[in-house]
């Protein structure tokens, strides 16, 4: 909507707008415990404008945001809004300050209608069913109980809820993720049409391609800091990634340049070879519609996906965690239906889920946690195992795990963290492993070494299925991979073939032309 | 176009009566199950009229308060062991203030003790917000503490109250008599009084919030530790009536440290069988105070039918575990259809 | 000494660094602030009566912390996993009948019988907490009500009216030696201590009842089932609690429904005083004991005091809720 003369000017006049901000935050830090979060972001947004907040993860976006809800306090810094200082101490203070968030996460409460939790926010009804009706909820029921609505419904509602709030500053956290196009298509139609009133959004996406449709101007934050305004459509999506990764851009061609390339195996198998895993049409609700894979020892088939395509549920099914409703799981040729992750951990099938906190006892010592898969059945309860010293001994030697801070693992790195989730299963021996997203939120040299391990492993016989979010991973570590979207698996490709272009192009649904 | 997105629309007539049934259901089963077994009850006894019904009525007042204050703690994601020894603290210290007094002088000691009492539990809300202890832990201690104290205000049992405040919750200055509508109208009134305001106010629904989910509840706005006091604190309130109706019943006060342990116990009964999940934020105080006055009347009912009395302890205590397991099937039906 | 300690660990890199200074030293070490607490009491007490250290004195003390620390073994062990036994004084109320019931047809036979019922009821427990997922304070609470009812019905029917105790279980529940310094109990409660500390930390079963209250997704992903972990601990509460039952009658010399009530609070305070934490995956038997240890030297000052049962409970619940928050407290500093 807003030219590309306006855009000019506004770039030029970036001084001036410290006075006629609408938002004004000045050098905001953030420390957790001895982290910091954020180094002294700055954020300016203008009235009628909608900005966009970037970074990679880890940069302190979602901390940021935090800080202007009212979330969480900042340590240092000022804010700004329409020139005077704001400091809210909880979310309520930010609603009344004039600053609406809608979170990640969906805040209504669970257990009441859509009408008490209304009720429950104070707002004014008249105004939401307004902006209900522009976001196609008009229909709803507004006496359903919150956790039976879908999710998509559900950040609509927030959406509405906060828009009936009627801010001068509208932040929305993600809230595309988890939408359908066409919805996607009404929230942006409520985000100019919110610009067109004077008002501003903070918008906080990660697909640029968003970014460069609907944004006047973008903050770009790294390692805590402000790095970069830019003006989204100068340069594309380059000129926004760019300030993103910084040195880490460098960094990840030289580690990659370290790891040796996958070796080239012949593809085709022996004929009728037994698969290590293999699900065949798989069906779980709504979230699986009949997937079919085959996971061989010696090798790592990675699985690529947009976000709530249906790979967290596979990786639950496939761990035992949740039975399946139709299909066949088949481990080492014989049909399970597994009751508990137990049953397919005594085959040899065994998960390090995404959240590293499924995976860890936080306040148990690092000997505890990596000793901790020994202990799973009965007959082992009455004594400790003989070996356990050696097996842990091992386990820590080959995953380089920092033993410092070993009391309570809760106290260890990130990355040390992860190599804890993937040891325990070093320690007490697997056949198949099933890894989500284990790269997720780590350093570049822990995530090397997980890399370097993962293809030791293979190449000791492990059959790994591998999720990544990141798509660069997947030449580096997999030599197939597996595309899912809408809960089905779409499309194979060997790993040479799947640069990101490729992968992102299938995940989105699109069939290959060629 | 969206309509797999955007979720249930309004529905039929014959949904939202299947709907009524799943959400007040279990609320009217329980007020119906009440009047099924006390229909019984007059099949068993020889006479049934005004002076059994005023007798169940009054006699199940301090269970049905207590059963409200466990109730709303419940709701609010806690728990509260410490509800029957407020009650005994509150029943002896209204016992032993109100003794020889005139009429007026003891209905303002019974609002300062149902307000003190709110105070003081509202002041253990705040203790479990701020230090983070678990509630199991906190309570126990006021259940100590509270009962000692009892023990120091009235270090046996005796006080008294004036007939009037006994007219008000048993329908006779004596405390025995065949006028049930003061016993009748001290149930009913406070209990859709409570029920209105928990599910009508912004103050009731952020306690209903903060039990189904505090951080959702937190992130939309609500106060947390205030919606947490206020619900220890309203609970502890009715924790005071529970006494002060105990005190005018039995025209006296009673330390004993069971008296405290048995009203715990029986609130919690009462609020697991009248549909309040522990963990918070589902269920309606109606149905705790329906409960409560199930498990009340169950002696006398057994004691009718020739059955040893105390097998109610083992009917209550089997309905509990029933009653959970029941819940806890269906929590795993709904994840496994998910 | 305390400080290069720590301030190395900061140093370096990778690691989080632990809480500095003393107070971090001592949140790290609850046993040394117990061990002081428990010492400071005794002084104290000595201060007051200085006739306490005498025989007769610690010999009380031991007396009264040993089932105590018995029962609180069992609420130890259960909230290590998240859980709470409020069923344990009447499964030893229980076990004191079938005991007493049941000693004429030989004591060893009797004794068995009775530890088995109650191992029995704690399984029952641990199927309701375990497979039904039925909330542990509510599930033992049932329980309770449960067993008062069937016991109100039996003691005059089934138990025949047993009131009286075998003079073995006497002199063991309530007699001492070494020149009546050490009291048998005590003796049981070594025994019992030596097996749950070892237990907790030297076996596969006690890793895992650490496992599962410290996070019960980790432990599931495992391959550990919790709810076999938790009949197991349930049904080991019910055989300790039987334990404690059995000395308690021996000790009070006869058996009624009320012989253990008195029990059940203290044992959840020793475990919360020492340091075991309702949240599960926190805490360890050795605190326990000096939790337990610390409640029977109070109760003896407080009687030398002359401090009235009421003065008693609010003073415990006191200590009990500062203690709490003292954990709450250091838990939040070093998280």
Redesign the interface.
């Known amino acids: 909507m807003s030219s590309a003369a306006d855009r000019d000017e506004m770039t030029e006049a970036s001084d001036a707008v410290g006075r006629t901000a609408l938002l004004s935050a000045r050098e905001v830090t953030k420390r957790y415990g001895s982290v910091p979060a954020l180094a002294g972001a700055d954020l300016t947004i203008r009235p009628g404008q909608i900005h966009a907040l970037l970074g990679a993860n880890g940069a302190g976006k979602s901390t940021l945001v935090k800080i202007l809800a009212g979330v969480l306090p900042a340590d240092g810094g000022t804010v700004e809004l329409r020139g005077v200082p704001v400091r809210p101490k909880r979310p309520a203070d930010a609603f009344a300050a004039g600053v609406a968030t809608v979170f990640q996460d969906p805040t209504f409460a669970p257990d009441l209608t859509v009408d008490r939790n209304l009720r429950l926010a104070g707002i004014d009804r008249g105004r939401f069913a307004g902006w209900a009706d522009r976001l196609r909820l008009g229909g709803l029921d507004l006496d359903a109980y919150a956790r039976d609505l879908p999710l998509p419904a559900l950040r609509l509602l927030d959406l509405a809820r906060a828009l009936a709030h009627d801010p001068q500053l509208l932040v929305l956290d993600e809230i595309t993720a988890a939408l359908p196009g066409d919805q996607v298509d009404l929230v942006f139609s409520v985000m100019t049409h919110w610009r067109g009133r004077d008002r501003s959004v903070l918008f906080i996406t990660h697909r640029l391609r968003e970014v460069l449709r609907v944004c006047d101007e973008a903050t770009v934050l790294r390692d805590g800091r402000t790095v970069a305004t830019v003006v989204p459509g100068e340069g594309g999506e380059r000129r926004l990634v760019e300030p993103m990764l910084g040195e880490v851009v460098a960094q990840s061609a030289a580690g990659a340049a370290e790891v040796p390339a996958v070796p080239d195996r012949p593809s085709e198998r022996p004929e009728g070879a037994v698969a290590a895993l293999e699900a065949r049409s798989l069906t779980s609700r709504e979230h699986l519609r009949g997937v079919s894979l085959r996971v061989h020892a010696g090798e790592i088939v990675g699985v690529v996906a947009l976000e709530g395509q249906g790979q967290d549920r596979l990786f639950d099914v496939l761990s035992g965690n949740r039975p399946f409703d139709g299909g066949e799981l088949v481990v080492g040729g014989e049909p399970v239906r597994p009751r508990s992750p137990y049953d397919l951990v005594r085959k040899g099938v065994v998960l390090v889920p995404a959240d590293r906190l499924h995976a860890l006892l936080p306040r148990q010592s690092l000997h505890d946690n990596l000793a901790s898969a020994l202990y799973n059945r009965f007959s082992r309860w009455f004594s400790l195992a003989a070996d356990e010293q050696a097996l842990v001994g091992r386990t820590v030697a080959r995953l380089a795990i920092d033993t410092r801070a070993q009391r309570q693992v809760r106290r260890l790195s990130g990355g040390n963290q992860q190599k804890v989730a993937v040891g325990r299963w070093l320690t007490a021996g697997f056949r198949t492993l099933l890894c989500f997203d284990p790269t997720r939120g780590i350093d570049i040299h822990t995530k090397e070494q997980l890399y370097q391990l993962l293809r030791e492993l293979a190449g000791d016989g492990a059959a790994i299925l591998y999720y990544t979010s990141e798509l660069t991973e997947v030449p580096l570590v997999c030599d197939r991979v597996l595309v899912m979207y809408g809960g089905v698996v779409v499309q194979e490709l060997p790993a040479a073939a799947a640069d990101e272009a490729t992968l992102l192009s299938a995940a989105h649904g699109l069939q290959e032309v060629a | 176009m969206s309509s797999e997105t955007s979720a249930p629309v309004r529905r039929g007539r014959a949904a939202s009566v299947r709907r009524w049934v799943r959400r007040r259901g279990w609320t009217a089963g329980v007020w119906l199950l009440l009047l099924a077994l006390i229909g019984w009850y007059t099949t068993l006894i020889p006479e049934f009229g005004e002076f059994e019904i005023t007798s169940i009525a009054k006699n199940s007042l301090p269970s049905v308060y207590l059963a409200l204050a466990q109730g709303v703690v419940v709701i609010s994601g806690g728990v509260d062991l410490g509800a029957g020894g407020l009650m005994v603290l509150s029943n002896s210290t209204a016992a032993a203030l109100m003794e020889g007094q005139p009429p007026e002088v003891t209905v303002l000691i019974a609002l300062a003790v149902v307000a003190g009492a709110a105070l003081l539990n509202g002041f253990v809300g705040w203790v479990i917000a701020v230090s983070r202890i678990p509630d199991i832990v906190v309570t126990l201690a006021t259940l100590f503490i509270f009962t000692g104290v009892a023990l120091m205000v009235l270090p046996s049992p005796g006080g008294g109250t004036s007939g009037q405040l006994r007219y008000a919750f048993t329908g006779s200055t004596t405390g025995i008599g065949t006028n049930f509508g003061p016993s009748l109208i001290a149930i009913a009134v406070p209990t859709l009084l409570f029920a209105a305001w928990l599910t009508r106010t912004r103050t009731g629904l952020s306690i209903y919030a903060i039990g189904s989910d505090d951080h959702a509840a937190y992130l939309s706005g609500v106060r947390v530790v205030r919606a947490k006091v206020t619900a220890y604190a309203t609970g502890g309130g009715f924790a005071g009536l529970a006494g002060v109706a105990l005190t005018a019943i039995a025209n006296s006060g009673d330390p004993r440290f069971d008296n405290a342990v048995n009203g715990t116990l029986n609130s919690l009964a009462a609020v697991v069988l009248g549909g309040i999940l522990l963990g918070g934020g589902v269920g309606s105080v109606v149905g705790a105070a329906g409960a409560g006055i199930i498990f009340f009347t169950l002696s006398p009912i057994l004691t009718a039918m020739g059955i040893d009395p105390n097998t109610a302890q083992v009917v209550r205590g089997g309905v509990i575990v029933a009653v959970m397991v029941v819940a806890g099937l269906l929590q795993l039906r709904r994840w496994r259809t998910q | 000494m305390t400080e290069t300690e720590t301030s190395v660990?900061?140093d370096?890199a990778?690691?989080?660094?632990?809480e500095a200074g003393w107070a971090g030293y001592l949140s790290?070490r609850p046993l040394l602030v117990l061990g002081a607490v428990l010492a400071l009491l005794v002084v104290v007490t000595v201060a007051i009566e200085p006739g306490y250290l005498s025989v007769r004195g610690v010999r009380n003390t031991l007396l009264l912390a040993a089932p105590v620390g018995i029962l609180a073994a069992a609420q130890t062990v259960l909230m290590l996993t998240r859980g709470?036994d409020i069923s344990v004084a009447m499964v030893a109320t229980l076990a004191g009948y079938v005991v007493g019931s049941q000693a004429g047809t030989g004591l060893a036979y009797s004794i068995v019988v009775g530890l088995l019922v109650g191992a029995l009821i704690g399984a029952v427990n641990g199927v309701?907490v375990g497979v039904?997922?039925?909330?542990p304070?509510?599930?033992t609470?049932?329980?309770?009500?449960?067993l008062?009812?069937?016991l109100?019905?039996w003691a005059p029917t089934i138990f025949r009216g047993v009131t009286a105790v075998p003079p073995f279980l006497r002199t063991v529940g309530g007699g001492s030696f070494a020149g009546h310094l050490i009291p048998y109990n005590a003796l049981v409660w070594a025994a019992v201590a030596v097996v749950v500390i070892l237990g907790l930390r030297?076996?596969?079963?006690g890793?895992?009842i650490?496992?599962v209250g410290?996070?019960p997704?980790?432990?599931?992903?495992?391959?550990?089932?919790e709810w076999?972990v938790l009949l197991?601990v349930y049904a080991i509460s019910g055989l300790l609690a039987a334990v404690a039952g059995v000395l308690i009658a021996g000790q009070v010399g006869s058996v009624d429904l009320r012989l253990a009530e008195e029990f059940l609070?203290p044992s959840?305070?020793a475990a919360?005083i020492g340091g075991t934490?309702?949240?599960g995956?926190?805490g360890s038997y050795s605190g326990t004991i000096f939790g337990a240890l610390i409640l029977g030297v109070l109760n003896t000052m407080l009687t030398f005091l002359n401090a009235?049962?009421?003065?008693?409970?609010?003073v415990?619940?006191?200590i009990?809720?500062g203690l709490?928050?003292a954990?709450?407290?250091a838990q939040?500093r070093t998280?």
């Open positions: 660990r900061d370096r990778g690691a989080r660094p632990a790290e709470i309701g039904f997922r039925v909330h304070l509510i599930m609470l049932a329980m309770s009500a449960i008062l009812g069937l109100s019905q030297r076996s596969g079963l890793r895992m650490y496992a410290d996070n997704t980790a432990a599931r992903l495992a391959g550990v089932r076999q197991v609070l959840v305070a919360v934490s309702l949240f995956g926190v009235t049962q009421a003065m008693k409970q609010v415990f619940g006191v009990v809720l709490a928050w954990y709450a407290a939040r998280g």
